[in-house]
């Protein structure tokens, strides 16, 4: 069975900085991965997704996320955080079983200071 | 236009009331999905219909009731809710039911059952 871990349910980042949000999954098939941010009091929005095509992908908002095999890993990274980043971060992985079932992770609320 | 509408924003129902949530999309999506999500916690999936017909329904309480009119239509019924089904709840569509798809997620309506 499919699963996501999110390492870190609070991050907290000063403005400008690295921001790195772990997400780690464990499928015994080539998995389809995904990142969403949901804003306060608002659904959730699709920052990028991994369908195999490309190891780094690029997504909205400048982010984008590694896939690496080796470490069964999806880390969400920018380059350089802005105030408007401050959201709840989902991780999540298609269920390949046909159903198209996402498992999200716990969540990462990323905080971001001045 | 990746849109999901959801109505109402907000609603509040007491214990013996019906009512219904509506969810609309306009992208030629053949899979729609409803999920809730308390508070602090990721969403969990309660349907998926595929082609307008009901594929998934995650061991869901009979006083939700979904209904697919058309493929652009997805309702909500509820009736005789508890507090605890207090929560918010999400919208979603896809091109299809298929792990590759990424699901595009409404603002969600914010259920209170008093």
């Known amino acids: 069975a499919q699963s996501v871990t999110q390492l870190g349910s609070h991050v907290s980042v000063s403005e400008g900085a690295l921001v790195l949000l772990r997400c780690n999954y464990s499928?015994?098939?080539?998995?389809?991965l995904f990142w969403y941010v949901q804003y306060p009091n608002q659904g959730l929005q699709l920052l990028l997704k991994?369908?195999?095509?490309?190891?780094l992908v690029k997504g909205i908002n400048g982010f984008e996320a590694e896939f690496k095999k080796s470490e069964t890993s999806f880390h969400l990274t920018k380059p350089s955080a802005h105030m408007s980043d401050a959201a709840e971060y989902f991780c999540?992985?298609?269920?390949?079983?046909?159903?198209?079932?996402?498992?999200f992770g716990a969540g990462t609320r990323l905080a971001v200071h001045p | 236009d990746t849109e999901v509408t959801q109505t109402p924003k907000h609603l509040v129902m007491g214990m013996t009331n019906k009512k219904s949530l509506k969810c609309e999309q306009h992208?030629?999506?053949?899979?729609m999905y409803w999920y809730k999500q308390k508070a602090k916690k990721p969403p969990e999936l309660m349907f998926v219909?595929?082609?307008?017909?009901?594929?998934i329904n995650e061991s869901v309480p009979s006083r939700f009731s979904p209904e697919c009119p058309n493929s652009s239509l997805l309702n909500l019924h509820l009736h005789a809710l508890q507090p605890e089904d207090s929560a918010l709840y999400l919208c979603?569509?896809?091109?299809?039911?298929?792990?590759?798809?990424?699901?595009?997620f409404g603002p969600g309506t914010r259920l209170t059952v008093t």
């Open positions: 979603a569509s896809s091109q299809e039911q298929r792990a590759t798809y990424e699901q595009y």
């Open positions: 499928s015994s098939v080539p998995p389809y």
């Open positions: 991994y369908t195999s095509a490309a190891t």
């Open positions: 999540a992985v298609s269920d390949t079983g046909g159903y198209n079932k996402l498992i």
């Open positions: 992208m030629g999506h053949r899979a």
């Open positions: 219909y595929s082609y307008e017909k009901l594929s």
